[in-house]
């Protein structure tokens, strides 16, 4: 192609790729997912545009996230990854999420085939030790979650406040952050930072 390209008179120069956007605004919310256990499930709602993929994006830059975009055209086709062959099964599919070593982010809930969608649900809600996988699980999706989390996480439009570099969850002596009327989203407080975003546990317990 560069022959030819060459003999045409034309230069094929690198597609130059933009550097991605510094994060910011959405450190509390980073910092609880972050903070997941293995075994334990988070659920980001919000609207398109509100930055749920975003917020994915800087956990894998952050490292030890595996994120998997959402897909329908093949059953557990969102899963593939995972495995060194497609899964065909749910129990293919849960094997795959195992390991307690690994965090899984799935990046659009309605995006998804069937198979990967019970396959999610029966990992977030096994209670066996059977059929609970042992990875970090963080699901993305426009509507509230349809099984219970470990944590839920809303995302709402961005304030300029929430802009204010090395906003932090920092606790006040009565175990609040000073803008906040919760207590705060590390472990094992919850937190609202006001209309930007709101972070809840859902579950009374935390797995082991």
Do not use: Y
Request: include cysteine; proline fraction near 11%.
């Amino acid at each position: 192609m560069e022959r030819e390209a060459r003999t045409l008179g034309l230069h094929l120069d690198a597609v130059q790729v933009a550097p991605p956007a510094p994060f910011a605004g959405r450190e509390t919310e980073l910092a609880a997912l972050g903070a997941l256990m293995p075994g334990q499930v988070a659920w980001i709602t919000g609207h398109a545009g509100m930055g749920k993929t975003a917020l994915l994006d800087a956990l894998a830059r952050a490292g030890g996230w595996t994120v998997l975009p959402g897909r329908a055209d093949l059953p557990f086709g969102t899963l593939a990854p995972l495995s060194a062959a497609p899964p065909t099964s749910t129990h293919a599919a849960l094997n795959a999420l195992r390991d307690p070593q690994v965090r899984v982010a799935v990046d659009g809930w309605e995006g998804t085939d069937p198979g990967t969608q019970a396959t999610l649900t029966l990992a977030a809600q096994g209670r066996d030790a059977q059929v609970r996988p042992g990875a970090a699980l963080l699901i993305t999706g426009r509507t509230h979650p349809p099984f219970d989390v470990d944590l839920h996480l809303h995302l709402g439009p961005l304030e300029p406040g929430d802009l204010t570099p090395g906003r932090a969850c920092t606790p006040t002596p009565t175990g609040t952050p000073p803008w906040s009327a919760q207590p705060c989203a590390a472990s094992p407080w919850t937190c609202n930072s006001g209309r930007a975003s709101a972070l809840t546990r859902t579950r009374s317990a935390t797995r082991s």
